[in-house]
């Protein structure tokens, strides 16, 4: 029939999907063996260096390749001691290779790593455009670790503005507070003075709220717990508000557990809130039956008090 | 008429509103021969968007019409009515037409100010940086429209802005709804105890069973809301901009719209809600496009002069122009169906207005996107407003389109008054935060949705109704399904379109792929290990 549209049909699509893997398993193979050749001589030419780049964004996780070229680097920075043009082009080539691979997979340590490593060797190397850069891409993904890490490196050579550094964190967290990450960027940022101890409680005690479910804030609130700015005042307050919690969400293992965190610290001077704990446990060995024996542990430990 | 069109098709669709376009594509997706007409100009007809100086020059009513016409054996009905147009209360100008004669004395602030002076003049220099909707719509993240372009492949084809954030008017001011996770978490206006009640209505009203809602089928969706002991705040967001509902609204109902509305979030951006780039207009030149790849065609600015009809009232064909084409079934929008037998009036209309304003409602660091939910006050019903920037392509930078819009009571202004009165400046030149209104623009468009459009005196004869009151399109696809399931009872309906990769282009030999995979029978076995290497694992 005339103006119909002729339609592949899936078979002949997986097919064209198979050849077209095919083609580049073949190139794959074929490039690996000329750059363990050349690596074997002890000496690169470019070409194999070009291959290397190729294979490397297609799957940026070949560590052999970045040794390889950090191995080509260093011949090139030895090579070139004034520090000429054709270096800084050289190094600038390799920090674009590094985004490219991250586009690919933005979680691959080989290409966070080989970037960073670059930048500490390159002559005039610009660590405020690689904040600006992590800042971008944190609000792209506020979760991956990876460039949390890195935002630590890069911190530390161009020095870091607190309040800045925690305004960012708090924003990822408010766009998604089940982010370890930023959490944990939080806690170490700051030694926890008595003026921020406040607002650090009342904005973990917004997320558990929230979602009592979600383990990161308990992990923030555990770490809060153990620095010693904490009073016995703000963990009356604390278990108070943990009470409430419970009485509307009575099968919440994370509240119990927070619970005794507070109940051991309280008790080591004032010697109460035993019972309490015993209650608890109970209640977790009910609920949280993968970890009974660690709670039938810290019962028997209760009672040998 | 210069040329002719082809003088035979199964089907022609008169209109190319919502209703019309998505059968059009539907037919023309089975290989059904489709002929769409439209007497306008444009695209879209009551749900179409304009650039400022055409909105300006929409024909409000229907011209004259001529006589039904018998002939020997058949009959010609005439096209159009008037019962189905739109109303239009006022169109306004609240800002000069020019620039008084600038003084050449002037200090340079002062002329630097005048250039943020919006005129006239100025304002339609950039007149087609406009889209303004008559029927502006938003699309739930995971409804029936967002679904049906996606199963479609329609989605190609178009483009969406997330709604970035849903307001509320609560004891005398703007306040942003919390309804994500996130902004449970962020707000300030809500206490720790409040954020655990909220989350933990909105997922029993979500993941609830049975007996959450039992006792409750007669009573009203407030008196759970105030049973499950929420704060007055809280019940405020949920009934009224959560569910959309009113006081009176059943508890069913009312968790139904709450699980509508809560089953889109997360999807794209922080609201359940999207908007058509360039305007909701957009939208239906979408589906006309797929029916046009499928073959339909398209003809617009037809001087339609007929329906013709056998004497058993089965249709036949259409006069455009002084040519006569003939179809097996003829699909059209509610305005176009002849006058003498319309046997429904509309007595339900929607009260519209659209304003262009300087400034947001609620100004922020950035531009948003805002849906405010204006709730039920003093026996006037509740308000929708929707705020479009510039970043939606409908407006340029430094304006807003204001869409408010509400079901007719009285006449739109009245109807609206309440709302406006409370969002912009009452008089020009009045300095205060509010927005001030540079151009009004208030109609009535008449719902039809609800009502029965069967249309039993003419055979063969399907009608479509106007734009309704829901936010989203549902009703209109239903209403579409339903026409192309009556005309084609057995078929799909808009099954999904190949993408352009596997379409074979006439030349192209599909023979050669499967030679080539013949050969590849040769490469050897062990290399299927190797190539996991090349697949990327997500170390999350």
Known sequence: MHGRLKVRTTEEQQLLKRKEQQKKLMAYRLGMKQILESRKQDTYDPKSLAICAQLLMVNPDIYTLWNYRKEVVLLELKADNDESEQLANFLENELKLTEQCLLANPKSY??????????????????????????????????????????????????????????????????????????????????????????????????????????????????????????????????????????????????????CWLLKNLQMDEGSYKTEQIASYSKLQEIDSMREGQYVDYLKLLQLD | MEYDLPSDFDIIVVGTGMVESIVSAAASRIG????????????????????????????????????????????????????????????????PESNPEKDVDESDSAV????????????????????????????????????????????????????????????????????????????????????????????????GDENEFKGYEGKTFQSYLKDRKLTENLIHYVLYAIAMCTDDTLCLEGVEKTKRFLGSLGRFGKTPFLYSMYGSGEITQAFCRLSAVFGGIYALNQSLNGFIYDNDNTFKGIICGKQRINATHLVMSLEKLPKEIVDFSTTEYISRAIFITDKSILEDEREHLTLLLFPPVDRKAACVVLELGSLTGTCPKGLHIVHVFTKQTVNPEDDLKHCVEKLFCKREG??????????????????????????????????????????????????????????????????????????????????????????????PADQGDVSSELAHEDDT
């Open chain 2, 430 to 523: 009045e300095s205060n935060s509010s927005p001030s209104i540079l151009w009004s623009f208030y109609f009535s468009a008449p719902n039809t949705f609800s009502q029965k459009l069967e249309c039993e005196k003419l055979l063969n004869t399907y009608v479509c109704p106007g734009p309704d009151l829901d936010l989203d399109y549902d009703p209109a696809i239903e209403r579409a399904k339903e026409i192309f399931e009556r005309i084609y009872s057995n078929a799909e309906f808009l099954p999904r379109a190949p993408d352009p990769e596997e379409i074979i282009i006439e030349g192209e030999d599909n023979n050669n792929i499967i030679n080539e995979t013949e050969e590849r029978a040769e490469v």
């Open chain 2, 32 to 95: 059904k021969r489709v002929l769409h007409i439209d007497s306008n100009s444009y695209y879209g007809g009551l749900w179409a968007s304009f650039n400022l100086d055409s909105i300006s020059k929409i024909p409000e009513g229907n011209r004259s019409q001529p006589v039904v016409e018998n002939k020997e054996n058949e009959i010609v009905y005439p096209v159009g009515n008037d019962v189905f147009d739109l109303r239009i209360h006022s169109q306004k100008w609240h800002i």
């Open chain 2, 112 to 207: 630097a100010q005048e250039e943020h002076e919006w005129t006239q003049e100025k304002l339609l220099k950039i007149s087609r940086k406009f889209n303004i909707d008559l029927a502006p719509k938003l699309h739930f993240a995971k409804g029936d429209f967002v679904e049906l372009l996606i199963s479609s492949n329609i989605a190609r084809y178009s483009e969406f802005r997330s709604v970035s954030r849903i307001l509320t008017w609560l004891n005398g001011s703007l306040e942003i709804v919390p309804c994500s996770r996130s902004d449970v978490f962020s707000s300030n206006r809500v206490s720790v105890i409040e954020k655990r009640m909220l989350m933990k209505l909105l997922t029993s009203c979500v993941d």
């Open chain 1, 110 to 259: 080989g290409s966070w790593h080989h970037r960073y490593w670059v930048l500490a060797r390159h002559p005039n190397s610009n660590w405020q455009n690689e904040f600006d850069l992590c800042s971008k891409y944190l609000t792209m993904d506020e979760r991956n670790f990876h460039c949390w890490d890195y935002r630590r490196l890069v911190l530390n050579k161009i020095g870091i503005t607190l309040g800045d550094e925690l305004k960012f964190s708090t924003n990822r967290i408010n766009i998604n507070f089940s982010n370890y990450s930023s959490w944990h960027y939080r806690s170490t940022l700051q030694a926890l003075t008595a003026d921020c101890v406040q607002d650090e409680l009342s904005l973990v005690k917004s997320a558990l709220f929230t979602d009592p479910m979600d383990s990161s804030a308990w992990f923030y609130l555990r770490w809060l717990l153990s620095n010693s700015v904490v009073t016995h005042d703000h963990m009356r307050d604390l278990l108070d508000n943990l009470n409430q919690l419970l009485e509307l969400e009575p099968e919440c293992k994370w509240i119990l557990v927070a619970k």
